[in-house]
């Protein structure tokens, strides 16, 4: 009895000898995906994270509202703190996190992260406009680039407390990737 060499199910021309552990289609190590319990296929995968995609049409834009409202209100507050604002901003961030996973009723989503960070983004743009206003009075006054640095001072605050609420959140709900 000759033994044929076996060969990748997706690139015909690739001998293998490596196998999906869920479904046993040969794969060649291009092919595969290691996971915790194995080699396995990308559609054996992707079939496998469909089971965790729960989220509903109407979870991305309440998690985008959330996440807007909350960046603003939180920033607004943490600018108030100063430098502790920069320590609480990672703390308020999980909070964001997990609000908005109440909202959502637990459910999961893969763009659910991008989408509150972005809705996070939106809710920073009110805290930019102040200082934007006063970048453009400065460049237009007398005085010229004196004011320069004052504005550039103020937009910056805000900015590193959101950022660091915001990627908080994305890290909070992005959960496991294979």
């Given at each position: 009895m000759t033994d044929l060499p076996l060969t990748c199910a997706n690139h015909p021309n690739r001998a293998t000898t490596l196998r999906c552990n869920r479904c046993?289609?040969?794969?060649c190590t291009k092919c595969a995906v290691?996971?915790?319990?194995?080699?396995?296929?990308?559609?054996?995968?992707?079939?496998?994270?469909?089971i965790f995609e729960t989220a509903r049409a109407i979870d991305y834009p309440i998690a985008g509202v959330v996440a807007a409202v909350g960046v603003g209100l939180g920033t607004s507050v943490l600018t108030v703190l100063s430098f502790w604002g920069l320590i609480v901003a990672p703390v308020a961030g999980g909070a964001l996190a997990e609000?908005?996973?109440w909202a959502v009723r637990r459910?999961?989503?893969r763009r659910l992260a991008l989408v509150a960070t972005l809705g996070g983004g939106i809710?920073?743009?009110p805290h930019?406009?102040?200082?934007?206003?006063?970048?453009?009075?400065a460049i237009s006054s007398p005085q010229g680039v004196?004011?320069?640095?004052a504005a550039a001072l103020a937009a910056l605050w805000p900015v590193l407390i959101a950022g660091l609420m915001i990627?908080?959140?994305y890290a909070r709900l992005r959960g496991i990737r294979l």
């Open positions: 046993g289609k040969p794969i290691h996971t915790p319990v194995g080699y396995r296929c990308r559609e054996c995968v992707r079939g496998q994270q469909t609000i908005i996973r459910r999961r989503g809710g920073l743009l930019l406009l102040f200082p934007a206003f006063v970048l453009v009075t004196a004011g320069l640095g990627s908080t959140v």
